[in-house]
Nanobody, 118 residues
């Protein structure tokens, strides 16, 4: 599975960005739980949001209603709508496909920079 992120960039505090993750490959993409994680100056990659194959979303505590994750299994895309961005949201955002066990494996995108200025 190949994942490609797009939509990152720079925005001022309070602004919005939409990240998109395009998936391709021979595996049944609709069986994956699709996630967005982020990495700031440290080494950790906390969960931003994930969406299960049945469409159930889960969000990191720091999102607090500002972000929305959706998936389109026909177009093989996962979208993260980010509103009311804050400087602490500055990070490299990664798309991740997993949850399918050893049969499907897990896959990372290359990451995309999001910068929020105050």
């Amino acid at each position: 599975v190949h994942l490609v992120e797009s939509g990152g960039g720079s925005v001022q505090s309070g602004g919005s960005l939409t990240l998109s993750c395009a998936a391709s490959g021979d595996s049944p993409l609709y069986e994956y739980t699709m996630s967005w994680l982020r990495q700031g100056p440290g080494r950790e990659r906390p969960l931003v949001a994930k969406i299960s194959p049945d469409g159930t979303p889960t969000y990191g505590d720091f999102v607090k209603g500002r972000f929305t994750i959706t998936r389109d299994d026909f177009e093989h895309t996962t979208t993260l709508q980010m509103n009311n961005l804050k400087p602490e949201d500055t990070a490299v955002y990664y798309c991740y496909a997993g949850g399918g066990g050893p049969r499907l494996g897990h896959h990372w995108g290359q990451g995309i920079q999001v910068t929020v200025s105050s």
